[in-house]
């Protein structure tokens, strides 16, 4: 298989800013995106100082009272914002080993009674007390807005990737008023010897981009190749990790290829892995299905030269055939997140945990 993989390709971001260097990076693009779906990402805009800032606070953050963490529990939360205590995620059924809290580009809900219930995703996030941990929400709200800025210069670069206009790819977005991105804090605490080293099981990601800052010199992070091997993505600092997801995957008619992924726990006796996932995503009420992009039949022929993938362990968010994109993320969060299921949308839980929720393992 040509097209196989056995390492992460590394893009140097700055080859954007000169018209002279632009095809190159555009040619590298193109290849993470059809035969690899990952791909680090250096020398970018978003600041040094602000990453390192938030960088600083993340201990801090899983550091307060546990009464401040509950206080703004994801069970709260009708959006799944929010914090989450160890072991109440899960990925195909079985416990992910990892606390996070999740928060959001500012957004209020649109969503009122008798309207669809995923325009109920998306809404305010939940923030731990400022006495607490001062400037920590304005930092965070600092990096979203930077890495949303990138995601959506990134996006017209794919565009180019993929030999469509520049702007082809905007459609599949509202307006900023009406849009929301997430991102994520997460810590992986160590195997402590009596779990399994599952810190997230293998799953692909919902919308069009993710964007990770790995946030401590921890390996853990792995990815499938064509021929289903695992690959170690090893942190490199001053890069993002970025890759493709399921959204992009199917509206490009798996021309852009979402890569299965998972993390192992640290192991035993090792420091926490804390690393910092920003999701971009597209419009709730996108129906992909709808949507048909003409590719030049150049770029074509590089998706047979690559041909397919093995079949993974990672089959979440199969519904863009037949579902809005905002009901596809919420089913995806309903069955990661059934406690939050449970007290916001009984119908999704009840339909997808048919004998109760799944068997939790307890933190504290």
């Known amino acids: 298989m040509a097209a196989n993989f056995s390492s992460v390709p590394v893009l140097d971001f700055a080859l954007v800013s000169d018209n002279t260097t632009k095809p190159e990076f555009i040619l590298q693009l193109r290849h993470a995106l059809i035969n690899v779906g990952f791909l680090y990402l250096n020398n970018h ?11 600083d606070y993340i201990p801090r953050l899983f550091d307060l009272p546990q009464e401040a963490k ?53 809404g305010p996030p939940q923030w731990p007390d400022e006495d607490l941990i001062p400037g920590f929400k304005n930092t965070m709200e600092t990096y979203l807005q930077q890495v949303q800025a990138l995601s959506y210069q990134f996006i017209s670069l ?34 402590d010897g009596s779990l399994t080293d599952q810190g997230v099981g293998p799953h ?13 010199p921890h390996r853990g992070l792995q990815v499938q190749n064509l021929s289903g091997q695992w690959i170690d993505v090893p942190p490199i600092p001053g890069t993002f990790v970025v890759n493709i997801g ?5 509206v490009t008619r798996g021309l852009a290829r979402a890569t299965s992924h998972r993390v192992l726990s640290p192991p035993v006796g090792s420091t926490p892995r804390y690393s910092v996932p920003f999701f971009q ?50 089913i995806g969060r309903v069955k990661s997140h059934p406690d939050v299921a449970q007290r916001h949308y009984p119908d999704l839980f009840a339909q997808y945990f048919p004998n109760g929720p799944p068997k939790q393992v307890s933190a504290y």
Do not use: C
């Not at 160890?86 to 416990?95: Q, Y």
């Not at 692909?204 to 401590?216: C, E, K, N, P, W």
């Not at 690559?306 to 993320?329: C, I, L, M, Y």
């Open 204 to 216: 692909y990601d919902a919308g069009f981009l993710t964007f990770l800052l790995v946030a401590s």
């Open 45 to 55: 805009t978003v600041s040094r100082k602000v990453t390192n800032d938030l960088i």
């Open 281 to 330: 995503n597209i419009s709730l009420n996108a129906r992909l299905a709808d949507e048909v992009l003409d590719f030049p039949p150049e770029i074509l022929q590089l998706k047979q030269l690559r041909g397919d993938p093995v079949q993974t362990d990672s089959v979440n968010f199969t519904e863009f055939d037949r579902e809005p994109s905002g009901k596809v993320n919420l």
């Open 70 to 122: 509950n206080r703004i529990l994801m069970a709260n939360s009708p959006h799944f914002l929010g914090y989450s205590k160890l072991g109440t995620e899960f990925t195909k059924g079985k416990t992910d080993y990892r606390e996070q809290f999740d928060f959001a580009t500012p957004h209020e809900t649109q969503w009122k009674p008798g309207a669809p219930e995923h325009l109920r995703l998306w």
């Open 246 to 250: 399921k959204a992009l995957e199917f």
């Open 158 to 191: 794919l565009g180019e990737a993929f030999g469509l206009p520049s702007d082809a790819l905007s459609k599949f977005y509202d307006t900023d008023k009406l849009m929301q991105h997430r991102g994520k804090i997460v810590k992986y605490p160590a195997n």
